[in-house]
């Protein structure tokens, strides 16, 4: 008795796994086609305004040319040693140092105990928050505008009432002692209102049950901010001190408008510094050099304070 010969199994031929991963990518591809469509004209702008702009930042702090006809010469590293030996280019990062933490500070401190007050949404809250946000609508340059007029010496709205208190008063933007402390009211005017918009969001973030267990336990309101509201408030601070931190450098329309960087360059920040070297000076290598500094600065302090809120939501 012979055993039965197995029969042959019918061979399929499989495609090969490179087949395979082109044929998913063609696929992928299709679907998302039309997106990048859509994408095209702002990847667009953003090649050519943002990137292409870099680029030519970064090729102009190390070239140099004496005239706006005359041949590039390359200088290497010159320019930047020329801006960090410039005392101009030391007194604007400081003007922008004591700036930043001026109305950075203040500003979020209003935007917190604003977004506080405010945190209950009913028709009274609604009002004052849309009051409270209404200076960030107004442009930079029509507020600098209303603010010059308030701090005009002798006839300007402040000054009037206060010469009704005191005999002398002060020359709010004449004064190299006080005018960059003048300029940074209107900047605090104008962002606290945008920030309390993230601390309202923040806020609807804190467990509400955890609130009123703390409440029944007998936690007063100042024992509930410190120990729940301020922590859960922590990624909030740090954005909103990123978001702060830039608005000071790169918001100068006020500082055009109001000072021109007097007097005695006590009002001069950074961006303006880079203003006068690329359009009154026609120092492009150095208005570069500027450029990529403060890019550099920001760009260190942004990835320091990301990262320290990554490590903040990562940790125990």
Do not use: C
Request: charged share 10%.
């Amino acid at each position: 008795m012979s055993l039965a010969e197995p029969a042959a199994l019918p061979i399929v031929a499989s495609a090969p796994p490179r087949l395979h991963i082109v044929r998913r990518f063609s696929t992928s591809f299709k679907a998302s086609l039309p997106a990048y469509l859509l994408l095209l004209p702002s990847l667009v702008f953003l090649a050519l305004f943002t990137y292409g702009a870099m680029g030519r930042v970064l090729v102009d702090a190390l070239y140099q040319r004496a005239t706006p006809k005359a041949p590039l010469r390359f200088v290497g590293l010159d320019n930047i040693s020329a801006v960090l030996a410039d005392p101009a280019f030391t007194g604007a990062v400081v003007n922008n140092l004591v700036y930043a933490i001026g109305t950075a500070v203040p500003s979020i401190a209003l935007a917190l105990l604003f977004a506080l007050a405010l945190s209950r949404t009913s028709a009274v809250t609604s009002v004052l928050r849309a009051a409270l946000f209404l200076p960030v609508l107004i442009p930079m340059v029509a507020a600098s505008a209303l603010f010059l007029f308030i701090f005009l010496p002798n006839v300007g709205l402040l000054d009037y009432y206060i010469g009704r208190l005191l005999p002398v008063v002060p020359n709010w933007l004449g004064d190299s002692d006080i005018a960059l402390y003048a300029i940074m009211i209107i900047t605090i005017w104008k962002n606290a209102g945008y920030y309390m918009l993230f601390f309202l969001a923040g806020l609807q973030a804190v467990p509400e049950d955890v609130m009123e267990a703390a409440h029944l336990d007998g936690a007063g309101p100042l024992m509930r901010l410190r120990h729940i509201i301020l922590p859960e408030l922590k990624p909030t601070f740090l954005f909103v001190t990123v978001i702060a931190t830039l608005n000071a450098v790169t918001q100068v329309d006020h500082v055009f408008v109001m000072t021109k960087g007097g007097p005695s360059n006590s009002t001069s920040l950074v961006l303006f510094y880079i203003y006068e070297q690329a359009v009154e000076h026609y120092d492009i290598g150095k208005a570069s050099a500027a450029t990529l500094l403060t890019l550099a600065a920001l760009m260190g302090l942004t990835a320091l304070s990301f990262r320290t809120m990554a490590n903040r939501e990562g940790g125990p």
